[in-house]
């Protein structure tokens, strides 16, 4: 049966705490703005997030359903295995769970992480350099990021240790030949972070493609991003930016806090 097929339970909301309620509607809010700036992948990629309260259990997309249509009652409750803790007629996709496990796990402050397969993201993992300092996103960039060598598809256990490694208590992290991810302490943290990052890629693509000699920060300036990003605060921002962002989606694909 496709995923389409599926209808989603209409008494989820009643099922789950007025907390995780929240963190569903963000969560999905999260998926379709990730669609609505066309950074999905179509099925591909994820956003997790952690349940409110003491339980290490976390929610993620219904596999087969694109971003754009999925409810904060389609989310799936899983485990840290992957597997549902929580009745539900939609399929997951464990694979896909192995890079946010192991982040969730590590990082208490990681209550959501998010991966995309962006087009610019990816260009610019595949440069042997990274991220330049040639704007103002990518000195927000350079304040916290890290880079993980690609190992083929996330599939591997024993790429975990790795990954936590290399991520470290960065907040934007490059996975080389792969694509991007952002973690926050809310939802809201992490897109923002992410659209930063994107953004950073963005311009470094097209500041490439003019053909002219690139601008790049002074050191001295770049060793006061971490300080000056700590003033403006990503988190600050997040919570600032969210309620303006969930507007827009309202007016371009409502609906996604069902």
Known sequence: MSVQAIKTPSDVRQQVSQDEWQTRVDLAAAYRLVALYGWDDLVFTHITAKVPGPGHHFLINPYGMMFEEITASSLVKIDAAGKKVMDSPYPVNPAGFTIHSCVHGARGDAKCVMHTHSVNGVAVSAQKEG????????????????????????????????????????????????????????????????????????????????????????????????????????????????????????????????
Not at 147 to 175: C, S, T
């Open 131 to 258: 991220v330049l300092p040639i704007s103002q996103q990518a000195f927000f960039v350079l304040s916290s990021l890290a880079y993980h060598d690609y190992e083929g598809v996330a599939l591997l256990e024993d790429e975990k240790p790795r990954l936590v490694r290399d991520l470290g208590d960065k907040v934007f992290f490059m996975l080389r030949n792969h694509g991007l991810l952002t973690v926050g302490q809310t939802v809201a943290e992490a897109f923002v972070a992410m659209y930063i990052f994107e953004a950073a890629c963005m311009v470094q693509v097209r500041a490439q493609s003019g053909g002219g000699e690139l601008i790049h920060i002074d050191k001295k300036i770049l060793a006061m991003a971490q300080a000056q990003v700590a003033k403006v605060t990503l988190g600050g921002g997040g919570a600032l930016a969210w309620p303006a962002l969930l507007r827009k989606l309202d007016r371009a694909n409502p609906g996604y806090d069902a």
